[in-house]
């Protein structure tokens, strides 16, 4: 069940049966990261976690294969790979801060939005 801490934006996936591994994915990221819009596309191969309100454009690549067979290996990536880039926002590993950043370290500052969570 979604708390009210919680503010998913969704996942978007090119074939319809990869739409339970966006899923879990989102669950995972809202599990341990709450308070962020957390946006999963798998599409091409790859699998990208954005942070909505941050960019839309930019955000951590998976790749589709390495994290596909196996649900516990597909967790822990995905925490990796987000909380990698919550650091790379200056942002700390866990809930949501109250607070806009400033910018992502290797993201052009025209592509990131400075939006309060």
Sequence with gaps: M????????????????????????????????PGYQWFVLIRGG?????????????????????????ANDRRRSTIRAAGEFLERANMIRGRAQERAIQGIEGVPDKYVERARL
């Design 46 to 70: 790859v699998v990208q976690v954005k942070v909505m309100n941050w960019s839309q454009n930019w955000g951590m690549v998976l790749h589709y294969c390495d994290i596909a067979h196996d």
């Design 2 to 33: 979604i708390g009210p801490d919680e503010h998913i934006v969704g996942f978007d996936c090119e074939r319809t049966v990869d739409e339970p591994i966006a899923s879990d994915i989102l669950r995972a990221l809202v599990d341990a990261y």
